[in-house]
């Protein structure tokens, strides 16, 4: 249950979540020469925000495992952890199955 909030909390951030809207566009994951990812200066841009303000969020980001960190060279792609995401998914999902076995009259 920590893990869970600690997802929600890192995403209740309006940076953070745009962040992660970004990142889930197949657009935006093309400007990736090796294909791995968006990187770090290109969300800079998308957010609005310094480097170092996208540093700390992603890091956030990270740290829930929301988001991989892939590092080539002296750059620093970011992609979305389905794993994560989609095992949130399903935990809201049994969340609004049971609400609706509740809620049956």
């Avoid at 400007?31 to 170092?52: F, H, K």
């Avoid at 992609?79 to 509740?102: I, K, Q, S």
């Amino acid at each position: 249950m920590d893990q869970i909030d600690d997802i929600l909390t890192v995403l209740a951030d309006p940076v953070r979540w745009s962040a992660l809207q970004y990142l889930s566009k197949p657009e935006n994951r093309r400007t990736a020469p090796c294909g791995c990812g968006i990187r770090a200066s290109d969300l800079t841009g998308a957010l609005g925000v310094s480097q170092p303000t996208v540093s700390h969020h992603m890091r956030r980001l990270v740290g829930a495992r929301v988001v991989r960190e892939i590092r080539r060279s002296r750059c620093v792609f970011y992609e979305l952890d389905a794993d994560t995401l989609g095992a949130l998914a399903d935990g809201f999902g049994r969340l609004a199955a049971d609400a609706r076995v509740d809620a049956t009259p």
